[in-house]
Structures are given as structure tokens and as C-alpha cells.
């Protein structure tokens, strides 16, 4: 995971006019858990807001009032009208105990399917997994230039190096559908036949067909001549 900084102060007291006064003063409640007794501290509104809104999942360095703790973001109250935070969950973390974390999901490569006209798909923008804190990724990579014209990528078909992936093993995490106007599959390939000795058998018809029609005329002709 990526790692990020943040300082932040114990409160003296929880209750509802403490929590309004430190709203006020342009900070965020927030509490940390997971290892042993809870820890309820502030911190500043700027700071937090980079990481809450941001995509990638971050292991946070809290450095609360010169207690220095690991940890991720585990839940968040936003409020509705002004979309800052108003309260922020912090779960401690340890080398030994897994945790779960929905990771960004993205792809790299130019898929083939979509070059022939078919359209990229992406159901998933974030997966779950569980995994220790030194194991788990940045994010999940997938790779889908090889992939076709109906052709998608399951779950069960990522690299799981590390961490456990929550979602179903059968799930379709993206692939490229057909579109109007694409190119059937046939068409982005030219299959060519192999004869038993595996060389090339050309294509006939054409021939073929001229071979009948001379056929035809010529029988056509020698009727004539008889008649």
C-alpha cells in the first residue's frame, strides 16, 4: 500500500459540544481502534481531505501527540451538503494480522477486441482483499491487450501473490463486448486450411466454379453440334 503522514491531537473529552467545537475550529473527530483501547483525537480538515477523497488505499503514519501508530482509513461520515469529512474510523494495523482493503482496480495495454470496433468493460473499479500490510499491493494491474472481441478476465485469473481476493472467483472483472460495427472475430485473424502434410490448401471456389462453368458450356456446345 501507499503510505501517508498525519498528525493529530488526543481530545479530552468526546461528548456532543466537544465535537462541535472541534469542527469549528476546521478539524475532523476521529478514532483509532483495532489494538487494545480506543484512541479519539483530532486532526486538520486539509490534511485528511487528500486522503479520504483520494482512489488509492493509504497506510497511515497517525502521529498523535507524539504516539506514533499504522494505520488505514476504515469508515467516514460525509456530510451531505458540503462534502467534507465529519467524522473519520482509523483501524490500527499489525504485521501479523490480516486486513481487509477494497483495492483500485486498473488496466494497462490496448485491448485488440477494441481496436476491431468492440467496447472495454470494467464492472469492478475497486476489489476486496485480505492480506498482511507489508503483502498487500498499491493496486490490482491487469493486463488486457491480448484480449478479443468477447473475451474477459475472471477473478480467479488475477495475480493473487500475497493477498486473498474476496469477490467471487467467477466474477468478470472487465472484458470487451461487441459493439455495432465490429469486426467479427473471424475477421481480425485469416485462418488459413493445412492439408494432412500441413501445407497450405488454396482456396478453390472460384476455380472451381469457373471449372463448371467451362464444363457446362462445353456440354452445352457439343449438344448443339449434335442436335
Known amino acids: 500500500m501507499k503510505k501517508a503522514q498525519l498528525s493529530g ?25 483495532g489494538q487494545g483501547e480506543q484512541i479519539h483525537f483530532s486532526v486538520r480538515s486539509v490534511d485528511v481531505q487528500k486522503l479520504i477523497f ?15 501508530k499504522a494505520a488505514i482509513i476504515q469508515d ?28 483500485p482496480l486498473r488496466h494497462k495495454g490496448n485491448p485488440i477486441g477494441v481496436l476491431n470496433g468492440g467496447t472495454l468493460r470494467q ?21 488486457v491487450e491480448h484480449l478479443r ?9 488475477l495475480d493473487s501473490d500475497g493477498v486473498e481476493f474476496l469477490e467471487p472467483s467467477n466474477a468478470v472483472v ?10 467479427e472475430e473471424e475477421e481480425e485473424e485469416e485462418e488459413v486450411e493445412l492439408d494432412e502434410d500441413g501445407n497450405p490448401i488454396e482456396s478453390s471456389d472460384e476455380e472451381g ?3 463448371k462453368g467451362k464444363e457446362g458450356g462445353e456440354g452445352k456446345s457439343d449438344d448443339n453440334k449434335e442436335g
Do not use: W
Request: charged share 30%; aromatic share 4%.
Open 9 to 33: 491531537s488526543l481530545r479530552a473529552n468526546v461528548g456532543k459540544k466537544d465535537t462541535s467545537a472541534v469542527r469549528k475550529a476546521d478539524r475532523v473527530p476521529c478514532v483509532l481502534y
Open 54 to 68: 483520494s482512489p488509492d488505499i493509504y497506510q497511515v503514519e497517525l502521529d498523535i501527540d507524539g504516539q506514533k
Open 76 to 103: 467516514m461520515q460525509i456530510h451531505p451538503v458540503k462534502d467534507t469529512a465529519l467524522h473519520v474510523d482509523f483501524l490500527e494495523l499489525s504485521d501479523s494480522k490480516p486486513v481487509k482493503v477494497s483495492l
Open 123 to 143: 464492472p469492478y473499479r475497486k476489489l476486496r482483499v485480505v492480506g498482511l500490510p507489508d503483502d498487500i499491493p498499491d493496486e490490482i494491474i491487469v493486463d
Open 149 to 157: 472481441i468477447g473475451q474477459s478476465i475472471k477473478v480467479s485469473e
Open 174 to 183: 472487465i472484458g470487451v463486448k461487441i459493439a455495432r460495427n465490429a469486426l
Open 209 to 211: 466454379g469457373d471449372e
